[in-house]
Structure formats: structure tokens, C-alpha cells
């Protein structure tokens, strides 16, 4: 039975009615009328997934033929750029579709993002690398798909996949012709559509009910740990953000949600949107996991040693990643308390933020401000060096240990 069926079965049968009694949770609530579409049927994101994509990458998985699409896609770069010749027919006619920016696009709204991203970069990198990244392994359902799919076996590589999605949209010209965020976007959305088709084919994924993973509820919620949570966590720093900039910064991920193949009756149209959106989605879920304070503690060593090849500097990575997320969700990524230095951290981060805005003269900078920023500088060179010459590729298995 392909996933498509397998999908129908679930929804058909009444399995959704009977999860969602599971879950324990309430009906979908949030109205489409706060989406970028303004209107839309009011479908539980739960029970939806990329009903344009999955068919297609789980047709291209059967047939066995994702190893050649994979070598031609690695030729396919440049948002302007044909897509290769050779692909299967299907695939072609789903990417040719997925690769159009929606007619909501504002090329202007766009280009002021860049300016946004540009001029706050470093906040930017360290919210989405220690404050998305830990926030992703107190995510259960993402926690596990990550753990049990194929990335999860090399985490590095992983991370710097993923990465490459930050780099690319931190690009002046990510959405331009010469831009590289379509394809990356496309090829994302291809990769997700993979991990569909194949965790549900892994011993360890739940066989009784186990829901299809990397719902549209799923991605809203990891969606929320991107620029929902950034722009909360830039305004808690009081770091100073025009209306303009931060309702483009919005856009630039509307945009992104959209070529992700979230469903446009699902994208908030304003922050006030996203936050109760978030509210609803994002902070119910949070909870620990096996395989998410596994993953933390990956992520926090890759870190670390990409600010200092030995590592040593991890400790201060906890401190910062505590302080970046705070106790709750620390706990539940069980990033180790630093006794010496939490308290540290805690005070000389808010002097770096002044610094950074110009709140502060020099003179007044602790030496632990001082060591906080000359750590975050090497970690955003490190986390910049992996762009560019990586490739997002589709799975054709499962973790395989
Ligand atoms: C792969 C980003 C949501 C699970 C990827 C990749 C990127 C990415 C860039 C490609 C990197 C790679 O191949 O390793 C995003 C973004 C999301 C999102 C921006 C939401 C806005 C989710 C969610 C889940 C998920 C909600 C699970 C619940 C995965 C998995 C892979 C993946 C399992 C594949 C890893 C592999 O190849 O084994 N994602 N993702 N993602 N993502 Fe997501």
C-alpha cells in the first residue's frame, strides 16, 4: 500500500476522530481568516500533509529512482536556472509548479527583508542555531523524526543541511533570479515528502496509529520556532526593529512557508496571527525526549567545536543555549546547568545586546561580554562556512542503526 493510501485508510476509517481523542487534544481552532489566503476550509493542519508533493517523491522512492534524481538535481543551484534535463516527467511537472513564488510575493517587501537580515545577522544565526535547534529537540515529533530518518546517523551533515536553508535566506538576493532560496525550498519541501513516505517503513516508528509524519501542524509548529520566536525573542532584547523591517522579516517567511508547502490558509498573515497561532500549536507540544536530549547534546557539541576544534568551549555553549531558550526548555533538551557560568552568561548577554545596539560605551564591557561575543563571531563564521557547497538531497532510507 503506497503512503497515499496508507493516508487515506487513516483518515477514512475514522482514525483521525480517534488520534485526536488520543492526542487528547482540542479541535483546530485557529481561524484562516489571520492566513495570508484569508479564507480556507478550517482543515486540523494534523490530518494534512503535501498532498502535491508526497504522491510524486513516494512514486519516484518505489520505482527506485531517486539516486539519479538526486545526481541531476545536485546540477540544479540558481532559482532562474531549468530545471535539468532527464527527470522523471512527474517530478518535473511538481517542481515546475513548486518553484513559482506565490502571486502574494512582494519583491519590495522581499529586498527589505534582505536589508533586515543583513544588518542583524548575528542575531538572527544564533536564534535559529542554538535557539531553533534546542527548541526542535523539546519538538517530540520532530525530535524522532529527525532521530529515526537518515540524517540522524550523521548529525553533522545534518546540521549543515539545514543550515543551508538559514544561509541561503540570509542572502541579499535569496528570492531573486540569481537567488538560491526556490531551490532550496523545492528541495526541502522533497525531502520531507521522502521522510513521509519512508519513517512510517521504520521499526521504530509506532505501528498502532502512528500518525504520517511532518503534518502541516508539524511544520507550522517548527515554522514558530523560526521567525516567530526570533522576532519575540529580538523584541524581549529590546533590539531595535523598524515596523517596516519587521513586517518584511515576516514576509520573507511567508514567502518561505509557502515554497516549504505549508498551505497558505495556514501561513499568518501578521505577527499578532503568528502569535496566537504559536500559542496554540508550539507551546502545548513542547516535551522532553529520548531522542531529542540525544539530539541537543549533539548539537551542542557540534557547537561547540566549531567555535574551538577541541570543544572546550562547551560549557559556555550550555550557558548561552540555557540563556537563549531558558530553564524550561532547557530542561527538556537537558542542557547541563553550568554553575559557574549561567549566572555569568546571564548577565553579560544582555550587555552584549547593548553593545551591539550601541546602548553601552566600551569601557564599561565585562570580560565575559567580551568572551560571549568572540564565541558567538567564530560560531556564525562556522555556521556560515558550511553553505554553499552543499547539497539537500532525498533520503532513500531510514536512520540505519
Ligand atoms: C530535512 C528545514 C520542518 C523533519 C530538512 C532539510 C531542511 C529542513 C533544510 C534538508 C536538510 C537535510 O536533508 O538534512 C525545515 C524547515 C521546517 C522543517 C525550515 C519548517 C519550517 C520539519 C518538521 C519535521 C522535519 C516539522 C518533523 C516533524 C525533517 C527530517 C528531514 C528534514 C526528518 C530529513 C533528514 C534526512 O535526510 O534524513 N528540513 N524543516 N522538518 N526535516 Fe525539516
Redesign the pocket.
Known sequence: MDGLSRRKMLIVSGGALGALGALGTSAWAWSPSGSVAGAGAGADPRWVWDPEADPVVASILDRGLVGEVNRLLRTWTRNDQPLPAGLPEDLRAFMEQARRLPAWADQAKLDRAADFVTTKGTYLILLYGLGGGMLSCAIP??AR??YY????ADLKD?AA??G??GYDLQEPNAYRPDGRMIV?AVK?RL??AA?RHLLPQSPHWPKDGGQI??SQN??L???HT?PTYVMRKLTEWRVRIGSAESAAFLHIWQVT?HM?GIKDEYIPASWDAADAQSKQVLDPVLATTREGVDLADKILTISAKGITPDGSTRPLVNSLARHIVGDRVAGMAAIPREFLLDPLVGTGFPVWVALRENLIPLPLVPQITRTIDDAIRKYILFYLSGGRQIN??I?DMNRPS
Open positions: 515529533n520532530e523524526a529527525v530518518s537518515k540524517g540522524g545534518r543541511k539545514t543551508k536553508l532550496t526541502t525531502v520531507h521522510v509524519p511532518i508539524d511544520m509548529v517548527t515554522w523560526l512557508a516549504l539537500i538531497e533520503p
